[in-house]
């Protein structure tokens, strides 16, 4: 399978990108096997697993990557950013910014806080951090993260000092962490086009400030309380615009792009407002027309996009959902045991390599198949014939994880086994003796 021996081709191509920022080949080495350990679609991944993997005796090399090992973090950070949007480039690309966190015990673990996340609902303790995803007719992947800090974290110094967080950073915003990858993103030179984010987002007028002043355009959603000026002066709640077109019917009917069950389909109003630059965008579901969407929408030229366009770039908010996916699942996006800010930072930095090496080679797998036909009739059966579909992420995984699969001696795996049945029991004697040391009558 060509496209899946493409994954080992672009993981050296990204290697050899990062090597010169290794003080020592050792460590440059033991980077590479954390990367093609994570590409490896394991069951569950530490670096005890990974090192077992890679074939290492303990796992303390893995551990010494991630904590103290001399590496240049940012640099490689802009290595992994630069390989995204080169491979992905297009002028039309869309940048889109989304957070997600996990669950995680205890208070140790650096920004770890009751805070709320998305990935399950409700305010749990977690971890939260903001990713940026870049989107282009080529295929989309996560390029860049920022770890967001609790100002129960920023405001603690013994924590910081724990954790190992750089003194220049101080707590921001959700925002305010896209607006630093956004201007990263500017300084590098990063072909793209349009910014795409949900409310927490769009919400925020610094941030859609920054968008415009470096002449790119947006298509921001907003909540229903977000106030908007029409063509005729007044100033209103963008649900109230709504109402304005409600009773007239909705023609304009298009696709917010594909899904896994199809096109996905709504009814959408466009509104003008007083800048010729700027529109409310206003997404309807077709099996409940009460369901509503805003989106504040800027187009960096002076006439304004078409509705289509719009539409199309609203639509690009769900790749970012898919990337944070299909990172959990077959990159360990969030799968580490660490907690400190570097390792913490180093971990994701990997992941995302990982995740974006296997996007890579799915797009260009992309580029080169026939998609397969659309019935045209709800009663037509598939045809004989029926091409499949092309090579998703995941199966691109696989078929790397079986090409690749590093077979080791029987005698290896009965060290880790011996290796981790010690460490336990020494944990537990260690945990045993505090419990008795507590106990203790006074």
């Given at each position: 399978?060509?496209?899946?021996g493409?994954?080992?081709q672009?993981?050296?191509?990204?290697?050899?990108?990062?090597?010169?920022?290794?003080?020592?080949?050792?460590?440059y080495?033991?980077?590479?096997?954390?990367?093609?350990?994570?590409?490896?679609?394991?069951?569950?991944?530490?670096?005890?697993?990974?090192?077992?993997?890679?074939?290492?005796?303990?796992?303390?090399?893995?551990?010494?990557?991630?904590?103290?090992?001399?590496?240049?973090?940012?640099?490689?950070?802009?290595?992994?950013?630069?390989?995204?949007?080169?491979?992905?480039?297009?002028?039309?690309?869309?940048?889109i910014?989304?957070?997600?966190?996990?669950?995680?015990?205890?208070?140790?673990?650096?920004?770890?806080?009751?805070?709320y996340t998305?990935?399950?609902?409700?305010?749990?303790?977690c971890?939260?951090?903001?990713?940026?995803?870049?989107?282009?007719?080529?295929g989309?992947?996560?390029?860049?993260?920022?770890?967001?800090?609790p100002?129960?974290?920023?405001?603690?110094?013994?924590?910081?000092?724990?954790?190992?967080?750089?003194?220049?950073?101080?707590?921001?915003?959700?925002?305010?962490l896209?607006?630093?990858?956004?201007?990263?993103?500017?300084?590098?030179?990063?072909?793209?086009r349009?910014?795409?984010?949900?409310?927490?987002?769009?919400?925020?007028?610094?941030?859609?400030?920054?968008?415009?002043?470096?002449?790119?355009?947006?298509?921001?959603?907003?909540?229903?309380?977000?106030?908007?000026?029409?063509?005729?002066?007044?100033?209103?709640?963008a649900?109230?615009?709504?109402k304005?077109?409600?009773?007239?019917?909705?023609?304009?009917?298009y696709?917010?792009?594909?899904?896994?069950?199809?096109?996905?389909?709504?009814?959408?109003?466009?509104?003008?407002?007083?800048?010729?630059?700027h529109?409310?965008?206003?997404?309807?579901?077709?099996?409940?027309p009460?369901?509503?969407?805003?989106?504040?929408?800027?187009?960096?030229?002076?006439?304004?996009?078409?509705?289509?366009?719009?539409?199309?770039?609203?639509?690009?908010?769900?790749?970012?959902?898919?990337?944070?996916?299909?990172?959990?699942?077959?990159?360990?996006?969030?799968?580490?045991?660490?907690?400190?800010?570097?390792?913490?930072?180093?971990?994701?930095?990997?992941?995302?390599?990982?995740?974006?090496?296997?996007?890579?080679?799915?797009a260009?797998?992309?580029?080169?198949?026939?998609?397969p036909?659309?019935?045209?009739?709800?009663?037509?059966?598939?045809?004989?014939?029926?091409?499949?579909?092309?090579?998703?992420?995941?199966?691109?995984?696989?078929?790397?994880?079986?090409?690749?699969?590093?077979?080791q001696?029987?005698?290896?795996?009965?060290?880790?086994?011996?290796?981790?049945?010690?460490?336990?029991?020494?944990?537990?004697?260690y945990?045993?003796?505090?419990?008795?040391?507590?106990?203790?009558?006074?």
């Amino acid at each position: 399978m060509i496209e899946a021996g493409l994954v080992s081709q672009y993981s050296e191509e990204l290697m050899t990108g990062l090597g010169p920022l290794f003080v020592r080949p050792e460590s440059y080495r033991t980077c590479r096997d954390y990367l093609h350990a994570l590409m490896a679609d394991l069951p569950r991944v530490n670096c005890w697993t990974l090192a077992e993997h890679a074939g290492h005796d303990r796992p303390d090399r893995m551990q010494y990557l991630l904590e103290r090992a001399s590496w240049d973090t940012e640099a490689a950070r802009a290595a992994v950013r630069g390989f995204v949007t080169g491979q992905l480039a297009d002028d039309q690309a869309v940048l889109i910014f989304d957070e997600s966190g996990h669950e995680k015990d205890g208070i140790a673990t650096v920004g770890v806080a009751r805070q709320y996340t998305g990935t399950v609902g409700k305010v749990t303790n977690c971890v939260n951090a903001v990713y940026c995803t870049y989107a282009s007719p080529a295929g989309h992947t996560l390029c860049d993260v920022r770890l967001y800090l609790p100002r129960t974290w920023a405001d603690d110094q013994a924590r910081r000092d724990d954790a190992g967080v750089p003194e220049q950073v101080r707590f921001a915003s959700k925002p305010d962490l896209a607006r630093e990858m956004l201007a990263v993103h500017l300084a590098a030179g990063t072909r793209f086009r349009w910014v795409a984010a949900d409310a927490v987002y769009g919400r925020d007028p610094q941030l859609r400030a920054a968008i415009e002043n470096a002449g790119k355009g947006y298509v921001l959603q907003v909540p229903c309380d977000f106030r908007v000026q029409l063509g005729c002066g007044r100033r209103m709640r963008a649900d109230q615009a709504a109402k304005l077109i409600e009773d007239q019917p909705w023609p304009n009917l298009y696709s917010a792009g594909p899904g896994s069950k199809g096109e996905r389909l709504y009814r959408w109003g466009w509104i003008g407002t007083a800048s010729t630059r700027h529109s409310l965008l206003i997404r309807q579901s077709l099996t409940n027309p009460d369901e509503l969407a805003y989106y504040w929408c800027h187009t960096p030229d002076d006439q304004p996009a078409p509705l289509p366009v719009l539409v199309k770039v609203a639509g690009q908010r769900w790749p970012v959902e898919e990337d944070l996916k299909h990172g959990k699942q077959h990159a360990a996006l969030t799968d580490s045991q660490v907690r400190t800010w570097t390792a913490w930072h180093r971990h994701q930095l990997l992941s995302i390599a990982a995740l974006a090496i296997k996007a890579v080679a799915a797009a260009r797998a992309r580029h080169h198949h026939t998609p397969p036909p659309q019935p045209q009739d709800p009663d037509q059966p598939p045809p004989a014939d029926l091409t499949p579909i092309p090579l998703t992420v995941p199966e691109i995984g696989r078929l790397h994880a079986l090409l690749n699969r590093a077979w080791q001696p029987i005698q290896h795996h009965l060290h880790w086994s011996l290796w981790r049945r010690l460490h336990q029991a020494r944990a537990r004697w260690y945990h045993h003796r505090a419990r008795l040391a507590i106990n203790l009558p006074p």
